[in-house]
């Protein structure tokens, strides 16, 4: 059975497809007739150009002679169309001559030669799977396919190219003359997206960015009626010959002029090739000499084009990104300098403090912001040496580096901390040789704290780094600025790494600014174990924030797993807790994460953090992830030098040390009781005179607020028109609130019950219809207090309802500027206060309100989201909340 890839899908919808027609449903491959004593030639060859019954895709009847329809309607483009005159015998023999064969068969697509190297090829092919897939997604193509069954697969086949599908339609493998051609694999799309050679591993040598044609852009030129049998429509090399198109994306450089041009390497295609190979090795060989060239479009990296196919930033240019990000720390920092050329940012010669201390110095790609340049500063980093993102610096870098700090303190040495990758291990190494050489005392600390990687699998090459890394330099720099050694620096960094471990998770990929999108293969499952530049995990989980945590604290804690135990930890011992934001996290559920994680370590491991850190650390630029870091306190010290004051930017600590004296309080013991609701205030104040029929009351209310939760649909068509389409669920909410309590509890006391419905309409409505409903019920019972007779029960009487009403309203412009003409609920609320006032007729009053609320159609909103929408938006729909309040009170006349 032939492996499944995932590109496939990834293209198809990168190339403007509708995202759902990956899972269009598809004929499984029994109920697909095989054609019988028919053709099956994909390419034309070995059957009658005229036949009737003849299966030859280029003919009248196939996708290659008309177009099909999308699930969006629209032509789904044709992959090729022969040229006038030529027939099929002549195309199965390869000819590439003008006129005979102005186009390159899908074959001839797929054989494209790649000068560049594997990463270029595979862009090629890709390319070439974009141009073919309009045609494997032609239902007509689909019939003239021969199936053949497979498994639970179904096989459509022919000499020149087989699709492999699964029964729901899926593209699993693509042949090509009978030989495999791999596309990406998981590995090599997640090497791609690291700017990595998809096959190899190593850093891309491509000079240049590509975009792949729009399903627009692979209509071709000349595309019309189609012809009969193996002719039809072509027109020769000219208009009519197509080949996926390739467009280049070029960023100006600094020294290039307006308007200047680059020139592009031309490419070469054979007119025949024949790819071989196995899924392992891909060769081409040639089979003619003639070639045909193509030229590049150029296109600027800030172009639409551009902006089509690479992931979504407010930067798309990486280097100019990393730049402007490393002067962005001189500015919140002024006792930083930096140096452009080199990348590096470094503390002022004029900081004397720092002068007779071992230096730090650290680094690393770009893209874990604040981690390194933003721990730069007094009580912290020395300099930080960036490279570019998710790229290890240059050696001349580092070495440029350590010269200025060497000057600096040429006697108390330098200590360089770095996290476990191998271009950092190789680059900055090699700057410290070159640097002993030359006299200057340095020493080198690799961090390697992750445990997503175990023992097996890290081999000798161990654990990669990851947040806790700050943890370690951290400490080792508050141990520099107490004066101590650089022996003892190191020893006390290296003894921290030793007791630090890091797990990550994820939800997805990070996106690369000026890189192209990359299919994000995890959907709904979390990756645990994800490293900071999009590393492959150890495992996936479709799983809540509570079973996460679990499974992540497990990996740390652990004992009885011998491939990561790397720490032990004991529950009397002392740790320090950082919960890492990855960098696309809110603050909002970064403060979930962290209490989930303090109240399972107490509960399950009664464990309770000495310290605990929460925030930004280390990201992998926008990844929606976080990380867990526990460092075992193994000697006090640990703890007095994390507290010690740093001046870095990148460094928050939480409170003060002082506050860590009381400890975190898990039971929740010491959290303050409520005090009484304002509903018990009420049940335990004296009764009021006004008195009101409470089964009359309930029914009314009941028949205006049935009749509000019915036209919830409609508030919200209205309010999606012009607001942000809360209103109607807002109402609904609190109309279905106040419902269930009339409903369970009556009263006879008027300004009782009115009190009552304003206290479950503060606690059940969001927003500002609730606000504003809420101040309008209290205050108006307070105008029914003013009302009521100094002595003696009093029923309470329309006029009295008026009155009362008049002061809410009166009441509720103290609050809010809305006036009748503003498309607000006082353009209904206020005629039906009005009119009940002065003819105390509950009628007259709801047609008034009714009048208000349509004459708000075309009004141009003054408050509320309304003012941010087209005048389309008014001229269509009523104000919202003012169609609510009318509702509600239509249902009071029932």
Request: aromatic share 4%; net charge negative; glycine share 10%.
């Amino acid at each position: 059975m032939p492996a499944k890839y995932v590109y496939m899908d990834y293209e198809r919808e990168a190339c403007g497809y509708p995202a759902e027609l990956a899972a269009r449903p598809r004929t499984p491959a029994a109920a697909v007739a095989p054609a019988s004593n028919s053709s099956n030639n994909y390419y034309g060859g070995g059957g009658s150009s005229s036949s009737s019954s003849s299966s030859n895709i280029t003919g009248s009847n196939d996708c290659h002679g008309m177009e099909g329809e999308g699930l969006d309607g629209k032509p789904i483009p044709q992959a090729r169309r022969p040229s006038e005159g030529n027939s099929g015998d002549e195309k199965e023999k390869g000819e590439d001559k003008k006129g005979k064969q102005p186009m390159l068969s899908i074959r001839q697509r797929w054989a494209m030669r790649a000068k560049d190297d594997d990463d270029e090829r595979a862009a090629r092919a890709a390319r070439t799977m974009r141009a073919i897939l309009p045609l494997v997604d032609n239902p007509n193509c689909e019939e003239k396919l021969r199936p053949r069954p497979v498994g639970d697969e179904a096989m459509f086949e022919d000499p020149e190219l087989i699709l492999s599908r699964t029964v729901d339609g899926r593209i699993v493998e693509v042949r090509c003359g009978g030989a495999k051609r791999k596309m990406f694999g998981r590995m090599q799309i997640r090497r791609r997206s690291q700017g990595l050679n998809p096959y190899t591993g190593e850093p891309s040598q491509r000079s240049h960015l590509e975009r792949y044609p729009t399903q627009d852009e692979m209509q071709l030129p000349g595309q019309g009626g189609s012809g009969g049998g193996g002719g039809g429509g072509g027109s020769g090399e000219g208009e009519g010959a197509w080949r996926p198109p390739r467009i280049t994306m070029t960023p100006k450089t600094a020294g290039a002029e307006e308007g200047e041009e680059e020139e592009e390497e031309e490419e070469e295609y054979d007119s025949e090739r024949t790819l071989v190979g196995t899924e392992s090795e891909d060769e081409y060989e040639s089979d003619s000499d003639e070639e045909d060239e193509e030229e590049a479009e150029e296109v600027e990296v800030d172009s639409p084009l551009y902006r089509l196919w690479f992931t979504k930033h407010f930067s798309n240019d990486a280097s100019a990104l990393v730049a402007a990000a490393l002067r962005a720390s001189t500015y919140t920092n002024p006792s930083l300098a930096l140096s452009p050329s080199q990348k590096t940012v470094i503390l002022r010669d004029d900081d004397s403090s720092s002068q007779h201390a071992v230096a730090l110095l650290s680094g690393g790609g770009s893209g874990h912001e604040p981690s390194f340049a933003g721990f730069v500063g007094r009580g912290f980093l020395s300099a930080a040496v960036a490279g570019s993102v998710f790229a290890s610096p240059s050696a001349e870098q580092v070495f440029r580096a350590l010269k200025v700090l060497g000057a600096k303190q040429p006697d108390r040495g330098i200590l360089v901390v770095i996290m476990n990758y191998t271009g950092d291990i190789l680059h900055f190494g090699m700057a410290v040789e070159k640097a002993r050489a030359e006299g200057i005392k340095v020493e080198q600390l690799v961090v390697g704290d992750d445990v997503g990687v175990g023992r097996k699998r890290g081999g000798r090459i161990g654990r990669r780094g990851l947040a806790g890394t700050v943890l370690v330099q951290k400490i080792a720099a508050a141990a520099a600025a107490q004066g101590a050694s650089l022996e003892d620096v190191r020893r006390i960094a290296s003894q921290v790494a030793d007791n630090t471990a890091t797990v990550g998770a994820s939800l997805a990929h990070v996106h690369v600014p000026g890189r192209e999108i990359v299919p994000d293969e995890l959907g709904q499952d979390i990756e645990i174990g994800m490293g900071i530049h999009n590393e492959e995990g150890f495992g996936r989980v479709k799983t809540d924030l509570s079973g996460l945590v679990s499974t992540m604290l497990k990996q740390l804690l652990d004992q009885s797993d011998s491939d990561r135990a790397y720490i032990n930890v004991a529950p009397s011992d002392k740790i320090v807790v950082m919960v890492n934001n990855l960098g696309g996290i809110s603050v909002l559920e970064q403060g979930a994460i962290t209490t989930e994680v303090v109240e399972q370590l107490a509960t399950t491991y009664k464990l309770t953090p000495t310290r605990l850190l929460s925030g930004t650390y280390m990201t992998s630029l926008n990844g929606m992830g976080f990380s867990i870091t526990i460092l075992k306190v193994a000697d006090k010290s640990f703890v007095s030098l994390l507290d010690a004051p740093a001046d870095a930017a990148g460094w928050s600590p939480p409170v003060r040390p002082e506050n860590w004296q009381r400890g975190i309080d898990t039971s929740k013991s010491s959290d303050i009781q409520d005090a009484p609701s304002s509903e018990a205030d009420d049940a335990s104040s004296a009764p009021s005179n006004l008195t009101i029929d409470s089964q009359l009351a309930t029914s009314k209310l009941t028949a205006g607020l049935n009749s509000l939760i019915a036209a919830e649909a409609q508030i919200t068509k209205y309010d999606t028109l012009v607001g942000d389409g809360d209103c109607g669920l807002c109402l609904k909410t609190g109309a279905e609130a106040v419902l269930s309590h009339i409903q369970s509890s009556s009263s006879s006391d008027a300004i009782r019950l009115v009190r009552s419905i304003a206290h479950v309409v503060e606690n059940s409505m969001d927003g500002t219809s609730g606000a504003l409903y809420a101040i309008f019920m209290n205050a108006l019972a307070s105008g029914l207090q003013q009302s009521t007779a100094s002595s003696g029960k009093q029923e309470v009487t329309p006029k009295i309802w008026a009155e009362g009403l008049k002061a809410a309203l009166t009441s509720l412009a103290k609050y809010t500027p809305a006036q009748p003409g503003d498309r607000t609920v006082v353009d209904a609320l206020a005629p039906f206060v009005e009119t009940l006032a002065s003819t105390l007729s509950l009628q007259s009053a709801v047609d008034a309100a009714r009048k208000g609320c349509e004459s708000t159609k075309g009004m141009e909103a003054s408050l509320g989201r309304s003012v941010y929408v087209s005048v389309e938006g008014w001229n269509s729909c009523p104000d919202p909340g003012a169609y609510g309040l009318v509702k509600f009170l239509e249902g009071l006349l029932q």
